[in-house]
């Protein structure tokens, strides 16, 4: 069983590559392809994001759950698989490992580290997005973690990159990538003041997923010992799954 310790240090890592790729591929998608083909642009992040996450899910997963992500941490919570004093270490770390992330990917691409997005991301459709990305990621981890596990990494990369284009919001579905990405003034950023109603979207979402799967997987399988590597993107145990 790992240290909280090295559980801790295991999400500010995992969170902190995540969105600098998130950010930076953004970043770098634009630069090459231009301000006039934000389909091009929107396919090269997708991409990264989805190939990035099965990595820092296998990587991270034995230590932490790899969670990345205060929905999955919330959840996890709700289920009784993660105590709530550790949930509230993962998310904070989470959030300020977010702002770490974009501030590095800014400064990867010598651009100001400080920075307030204006992008508008809002509507009730684009809070409805929210929740179905949210909702389809938290049944994508509870599926694979009743089924099989060591599915969990590559289902949650393929579900970001399809959800990325099948959402209006191009699928956030993760509060502190919400918070972090109202820091960054590029592709893949979101004004601050149209945040909030992300996030609430986002926790909504994962709460009816919680309550989908465990009628689904029945209760019986999740009081089964969960594998230290991956409950989830998005993991869970007594510290641990995951985006």
Not at 225 to 238: D, F, I, R
Request: net charge neutral.
């Amino acid at each position: 069983m790992s240290s909280l310790g090295q559980r801790i240090v295991s999400e500010f890592l995992g969170t902190t590559i995540l969105l600098a790729a998130i950010v930076g591929s953004g970043i770098m998608a634009q630069r090459l392809t231009g301000q006039h083909i934000p389909a091009l642009a929107l396919l090269c992040n997708a991409l990264a994001t989805g190939a990035i996450l099965p990595v820092l899910i296998l990587m991270f997963g034995s230590v932490s759950g790899a969670h990345f992500n205060p929905a999955v941490s919330l959840a996890f919570a709700l289920r009784g698989e993660l105590p709530w004093r550790i949930t509230a270490l993962y998310v904070a770390v989470q959030i300020v490992a977010g702002v770490v992330g974009v501030w590095l990917a800014h400064a990867m691409f010598a651009l100001p580290i400080w920075q307030v997005a204006t992008l508008p991301r809002d509507g009730s459709d684009q809070w409805l997005a929210e929740a179905v990305a949210t909702f389809g990621l938290g049944l994508t981890i509870f599926s694979c973690l009743a089924r099989e596990p060591s599915a969990t990494p590559y289902a949650v990369g393929l579900y970001i990159t399809s959800a990325s284009w099948f959402t209006a919001s191009t699928s956030f579905a993760n509060p502190a990538v919400t918070i972090a990405r109202s820091l960054s003034d590029t592709f893949a950023g979101i004004a601050p003041n149209d945040a909030p109603a992300f996030v609430v979207a986002q926790l909504g979402g994962m709460l009816v997923a919680v309550i989908i799967a465990r009628w689904l997987w029945r209760t019986e399988v999740f009081k089964r010992p969960m594998p230290e590597s991956l409950a989830g993107p998005t993991a869970g145990l007594e510290g641990g799954t995951p985006e």
